[in-house]
């Protein structure tokens, strides 16, 4: 069965920080997914990510990056200068190629708390 | 038009009563999902609709009964429910039910069960 681990539940920087988000996930599947989704106060989950389990390059996306080491079933998030908009939950999510329809599997999320 | 919307934000609904959670997406996604999310937990699958049919059902109790009645509309009817149900429902929907599919999340219907 398919586990993603996000050992972290909350962490807390002052603004202009950089801060990681760790993820590990377990699955027996050759093919499969991973996500990261953002949820602010408001509630609504925002994709941010997916990395197929194929491609290894890491990626950049303005003050968001991600490292995705298959041989250490990885796949950590780091947000560069944090600000005060950054606090919220995220999850990371997994969802393996044979599954039916499409069911992600969260993390426990990580809340960040940025403060100013 | 790349949102999901839900209807209303907030319900509160008494044990007897019958109300429905409404969910809609214009972008041409043809599956749809809901799930429900307690407080400090993430969200949990209950239902998901491929092309306008059901194709999975997380075990949800019969008092939730989903509806698709067409490919953009995603409704959950809800009956007699318990106060232990009482949580965030998140509609999102994807370009097709695919494993490599993003799904995009709607801002979530806040119910309380009295």
């Known amino acids: 069965a398919q586990k993603v681990t996000q050992a972290q539940t909350e962490i807390s920087v002052v603004e202009k920080e950089d801060v990681t988000l760790d993820c590990v996930y377990e699955?027996?599947?050759?093919?499969?997914?991973l996500f990261w989704y953002k949820q602010p106060p408001s509630g609504e989950l925002v994709f941010l990510i997916r990395?197929?389990?194929?491609?290894?390059q890491n990626e950049i996306s303005g003050r968001y990056s991600w490292n995705f080491q298959k041989s250490t079933s990885s796949f950590n998030f780091t947000i560069t200068a944090s600000q005060v908009v950054d606090s919220a939950v995220y999850f990371c999510a997994l969802s393996e190629g044979k599954a039916a329809g499409n069911k992600l599997t969260f993390g426990g999320g990580t809340r960040v708390l940025v403060k100013p | 038009d790349t949102e999901v919307t839900q209807t209303p934000k907030h319900l509160v609904m008494g044990m007897t009563n019958k109300k429905s959670l409404k969910c809609e997406q214009h972008?041409?996604?043809?599956?749809m999902y809901w799930y429900k999310q307690k407080a400090k937990k993430p969200p949990e699958l209950m239902f998901v609709?491929?092309?306008?049919?059901?194709?999975i059902n997380e075990s949800v109790p019969s008092r939730f009964s989903p509806e698709c009645p067409n490919s953009s509309l995603l409704n959950l009817h809800l009956h007699a429910l318990q106060p232990e149900d009482s949580a965030l429902y998140l509609c999102?929907?994807?370009?097709?039910?695919?494993?490599?599919?993003?799904?995009?999340f709607g801002p979530g219907t806040r119910l309380t069960v009295l």
């Open positions: 609709y491929s092309y306008e049919k059901l194709s």
């Open positions: 972008m041409g996604h043809r599956a």
């Open positions: 990395r197929n389990s194929f491609d290894e």
């Open positions: 999102a929907s994807s370009y097709r039910g695919r494993e490599d599919n993003e799904q995009f």
């Open positions: 699955t027996r599947d050759t093919t499969y997914y």
